[in-house]
DNA sequence: CATGAATGAGGGTTCATTCAT
DNA sequence: GATGAATGAACCCTCATTCAT
């Protein structure tokens, strides 16, 4: 039932998981605590799957991105994505945020997730990037930096998208156009 | 009593939030339930000590940083003091982090937190940096990617410092060396 | 659920204010915790529900005294319920009384209440008593004489009710047939 | 230790029952827990010792009245005496007297309490009264009367004492010159 | 004698989950 | 399927009382 990951997903971003009992999100939801619980086994089972909606969207959005010429354009456009993700509902992606990382991520999630990492990996290896000796470890860097600057926003309440996704472009070019193992 | 700030430590690193509760704290504490309520006054109280005083040790490290002479020195040791910081226990610092977000910080913390987002500030405005047009934005932008990036080896169970370091430093060296404002 | 209230009033008659726990109250009754907590809100509530229910059966005979014709019969009647009501269950009665004070009182207690003070103004007013300076002043202490007098019956386990009500209203009339202030 | 029976009292006009701990009756008066045990074994026993001395007071007025000549310089006497224990800290008096009939009453207090009733009797059988016919019953109602307004007058907040004396004055004799066992 | 840190049974309350209807 | 009353383990916290110092 959409109604119930949607209920969820209002109650986890208003009120905290302070408030996030399954019979609050049973009665936003209108539907009986019961019918609930013959939809998702458990209360994990219903967060896993308002972590799956959720990452789903952004992951469609890499993947516009990934089809773009340029790795320019799609990392432009991979960036835009995630802050549009992000700023749509702000507390609700850094609440899920962390709770992905408690949960004993089902396969499904497994997937979406390491696919956006996969979509960024091929992005950053187009040929008008610097090359990087790492490309792996460059790839995680840089996912790094999106999110924690795009989480950031977020706590933060900052609000129009253009001045973050511009900064986080700068982020991420001036990484890539660094040299690795510049001295210390 | 410091045993039982210890034993939240542990209990939160160990079990996560799930686990923590104050008779589990009191327990490995090895004190009762009625002595932790003598030290603190309820359960935030006790989060709350415990916040202060892992964040005081990073602090610590910051200011420590700050008296070094260059711009470079300094960002390099302020780097290392928040790799170090978060290797010593990652899903303890990652954990605080988010209840630091949650919490009505009581002041101490407060000042804690915002005093190394200053010395930050005042590196990054050291003369052996490129100027930044908005000094402000990008001290915030420069924390956000130490965070994301030092979180994110944290939750992989990255182990050596070094690397790490250094990936940090050449994140916030490009990020700083790279002109805001370059179009797409 | 009556079972609740009904157990509420035996523990506390049993029991007193030591024994009146809410896991006490849901054994009692035969429910558990959880299940109590369905009804009533809180502790306090379960016992504003208790308080409302005795305190509607004295009401309740005391508007039916209200009916009859001469103010004698009518306060007849009145002192007859009241009796009736605190010997039926003397303890319960005078711990009740004790908590009414104690309460934020919601509203429907307190019409409760103050329609039974109401309801002996008005019988005190009937011509066939005699005339009153202060009606409201002898309202209160007619009011107060009665429970003084009921309540110190029912501490001592006075059982018949005749005797009982033959002297409450020996006490009332005497106060109203007293012409008020005579000196000393 | 009088400091602390005094706290006793204060914490228990202040602050009700849900206020009255013993560490916070220690804390106020000034003294550890420790010493507070080392006076009174237990929290009964300070409770009884705080309503033996309240009750002590208001026994010594009585003796007094009884010293004088005519019935109803007695009792006037008398009646004034209760009043003024009452006004004095109506709260108190009113959660003591509830105590009492919690408490197993030790000797003590047994005797101080009836000792108020034996000289309300002794008065009552003055000869300038009308003779009862059972002047058991009708020192007890007597008393009943003057405990219910004198405890609804605290209740209330009433202030002066002269009014609420004549008024009582009036109940007693009212209820005294009233003859027994006037038709139903 | 005084102290006060320590104790821990027990109290009020919540909430994930079940199951008879 | 849907319902929602019922469950009870578990949580946070209090406070009367003890005892080593």
Redesign the interface.
């Given at each position: 039932m959409d109604a119930i990951i949607e209920a969820a997903a209002r109650i986890l971003e208003e009120q905290?998981?302070g408030g996030f009992t399954t019979n609050a999100v049973a009665e936003l939801a209108g539907v009986s605590i019961g019918t609930l619980y013959q939809y998702f086994p458990d209360k994990d089972a219903l967060l896993g799957a308002l972590i799956a909606r959720e990452t789903a969207g952004l992951v469609e959005g890499a993947e516009a991105a990934c089809m773009l010429a340029t790795g320019?354009?799609a990392l432009?456009a991979l960036v835009r994505a995630a802050v549009r993700h992000q700023v749509r509902r702000p507390r609700l992606a850094?609440l899920l945020d962390?709770e992905e990382?408690?949960l004993p991520l089902d396969a499904g999630t497994q997937v979406v997730r390491s696919r956006f990492v996969a979509i960024l990996a091929e992005i950053l290896a187009r040929p008008d990037f610097p090359e990087q000796s790492d490309i792996a470890?460059a790839t995680?860097?840089v996912?790094?930096?999106?999110?924690?600057?795009i989480?950031?926003?977020g706590?933060?309440g900052e609000q129009g998208q253009d001045a973050l996704v511009?900064?986080v472009?700068?982020?991420v070019?001036?990484?890539?156009?660094?040299p690795?193992?510049?001295c210390?």
């Open positions: 905290g998981h320019q354009q432009d850094r962390f990382a408690r470890a995680g860097d996912a790094s930096i999106m999110r924690g600057m989480d950031a926003a706590e933060r511009a900064r472009r700068r982020a070019l001036g990484y890539l156009s660094m690795a193992g510049s210390p």
